[in-house]
C-alpha cells in the first residue's frame, strides 16, 4: 500500500514537475537542462510543446502531438520522459565509508602533504603503543621515514607488540571502520577503527602502493608480510601475502606504507610529535630516523608498564536517545529493571526501579518492546534520576612524577611542576586532567609559552585555537603568577606547558583527533590543573626573586662597609683592629636587619 502510495506521488510529482517546466522561462528551462540531462533538452515554451518533448528525440514533435491516442495509458507507460524524481531514484546509490573518505579526506587528518606525513607516522605509533600496553609488552619502537624523490615518503613504524593474526591483516589494514576499540569504553589512544587504514588508502590514492605488513605473534608461529590494498568502493581489502623468512623480531608488527608527502621542521614537525610521544609515555623506548638521516633516541625512563585500564559500561547520564534504542533492542536483560542494570553502570535495582517510576514504565516491561515514546521518557529519567558518577579506574593518567621526569627529560630548563587532578565526569564520561610546568633554563624568554597538547598521552598538532586545552591555558589569569599575559593569548616567557586530558572517550572536535571539545567541565578541570602550576610556579620565581635581592644586598655591604671602616680610622684615627672589630658589628647589625642567613 504504502509503496503504492509512493508510486503514485512520484508520477504526480513528474507531470507537475514537467508542467513548471513547460511554463518557466526558457533561461530557466535551459539551467534545468544542465542538471537534469539530455532528455529535458527538447523541452520549450507552452504545456502543449512540453508534451511533444516526449517524443523520441528523432521524431518530429507534430507528428507525436496529432498521433491518435489507443492505449493512453500503455503509451505512457512505454514512452513517457521519466520524471524528475525517477531520474534521481535512477542515481542513487549506495555510499561507502571508503569513498566518502576519499573525497572528505580532510576529515581523517590527510588535507596536507606535511600533516599527512604526520597523521600516517602518528596513526601507527599509536596502534603499536596501544597493542604493546594491552598485551602488557614495555613498547619499543622504531620509527623511520625515508625520502624517495617525487615527494614521495616511505614511513616504517615497527613494534615489538603481541602481533596480528593471520587472517584480521587484511581487514584491519585493508577496511574502514575495522578495529577492536570501538565497541568498549576503554581509554586507548585510537577509538574509531579508521587510523592506519585510512593513512593505508592516502598511500594507495597519491602513490597507488599497497600497505605492507609484517607482523608475528609469537615465536612458534611464522612471520607473514603481506601487501593490502583498499577497494573504495566496497571498502573491502585486496591483500597478498607470503611467509617472512627474515625477520628477526619475536613477536610484533612493522607496518610500512609509502605515501605522497612533505617533511617540515619546525613545532608541527614529526620530530617534535616522537619528542613530545616520549614524553608523554616514559615507559616506552624511542628510536625515530628522519628523512635527513638524523637519528633521535629516546630511552624509556620507566620500567612500569601504566596500570591497565578497566573497561567500563555507559553511564546512564551520557547516554543519547539513539543509542539507548539500539541498547534496549539488543539487550539480554529479560526485563527492564535488569536491563538497565547490566547494562549500564552504576544502576543499582533502587535506581533502576526510580527511573523506571519517573518514566512511567514497569520494570518488569520487556526492553525489546518499548515504543519509541517509551523509549524517550525512559532517557528523559535517566537523566534526571540522581546516579553516582561512573568508576573512574577506568581511567589511567600518566602521573606527577613521571610527566615532571619526562619534562626534565625533553625540555632543558631550570624549574619544573606537574599535577594530576582526581577524576572527574564530563556527559557521563569519566576523565582525567594532568599538567606540567617548565620554566627557566634555555627556553625563550621573549617568545608566547610553548604548549604541548595531549589526549590519552598522544600529542595533539593542529587546530590548536579549535582546542580546549588552549582556552583553559589562555582563560588563566597568568599574570596572578608573575607572567605576562597579552589579553586573549597565551602567556609569554620561557614556559613550557603540557597539558594531558585521559577519557575512556575523549571527545574530539573531528575524526581526525586533532582538538579536544570545549566541554564545561573539562575546561575547568584544566583550569584547576594550570592554577596550581602556576601558583607554584609563581613561588618559585618569587622565591627567585628573593634571592637577587638578597644577593644584590649582600653585594652592597661586602663592597661598601670595608670603606666605612677606612673612612672610620681615618676619622677617628682608631687602631685597625678597633676598625675591623666595628666593620664586623656593623655587617652583621646589617645582614640581621635585613634577615641574611
Ligand atoms: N601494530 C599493531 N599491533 C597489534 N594490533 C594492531 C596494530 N595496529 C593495529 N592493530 C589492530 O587494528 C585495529 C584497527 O586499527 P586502527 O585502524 O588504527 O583503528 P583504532 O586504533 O582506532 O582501533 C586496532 O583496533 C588494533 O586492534
Ligand atoms: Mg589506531
Known sequence: MAAKTRARKSKKTGKKAKGKG???????????????GKAGGKRTGSPKRARSARAPESEPAILESTEPEKSPKKRRRGRRKKSIAEQMAERQREISVSEFFTKNRHLLGFDNPAKALLTTVKEAVDNSLDACEEAKILPELEV???????????????????????????????????GSKFHR?????????????????????????PTVIISRTGEGNDAYRFEVKIDTRKNKPESTDRKEENWDKPHGTSVELEIEATYRGGKRSVDKYIEQTAIANPHASLRFRNPKGELSEYPRLSDELPREPNEIKPHPHGVELGVLMTMLK???????????MRD?????????????????????????????EQVEALHRAMGEVKVMNPPTSCVVPIGEELIRKGLEHGVQADFFTSVTRGPAVYRGNPFQVEAGLAWGGDLPADELCTLYRLANRVPLQYQQSDCAITKAVID?????????QARGALPSGPMVILVDVASVWVPFTSESKEAVARYPEILREIRLALQICGRRLS?????????????????Y?????????????????????RTAQVVETLTDTLRRSRKFK
Open 476 to 484: 588563566t589569569d597568568w599574570r596572578n603568577y608573575k607572567v605576562s
Open 330 to 340: 539488543d539487550s539480554r536483560g529479560r526485563d527492564l529493571k535488569g536491563a538497565l
Open 557 to 577: 655591604i661586602e663592597t661598601y662597609i670595608p670603606h666605612i671602616g677606612i673612612a672610620l680610622r681615618e676619622i677617628l684615627g682608631s687602631s685597625e683592629k
Open 22 to 36: 513547460g511554463t518557466s522561462r526558457k533561461s530557466k528551462d535551459e539551467s534545468q537542462l544542465g542538471l537534469f
Open 539 to 555: 613561588h618559585h620565581l618569587s622565591a627567585r626573586r628573593r634571592e637577587t635581592e638578597e644577593g644584590r644586598k649582600r653585594d
Open 144 to 178: 623511520t621515514i625515508d625520502d624517495v624523490g617525487e615527494g614521495r615518503y616511505i614511513v616504517r613504524v615497527t613494534d615489538n607488540g603481541p602481533g596480528i593474526v593471520y587472517g584480521q591483516i587484511p581487514k584491519i589494514f585493508g577496511k574502514l571502520l575495522y
Open 185 to 209: 569504553l576503554k581509554q586507548s589512544r585510537g577509538q574509531q577503527g579508521m587510523g592506519i587504514s585510512a593513512a593505508g588508502m592516502y598511500g594507495q590514492l597519491t602513490t597507488g602502493k
Open 344 to 372: 549500564f553502570s552504576r544502576i543499582s535495582a533502587r535506581v533502576a526501579c526510580a527511573i523506571c517510576e519517573r518514566a512511567g514504565l514497569s520494570p518488569g516491561a520487556r526492553p525489546k518492546r518499548l515504543v519509541a
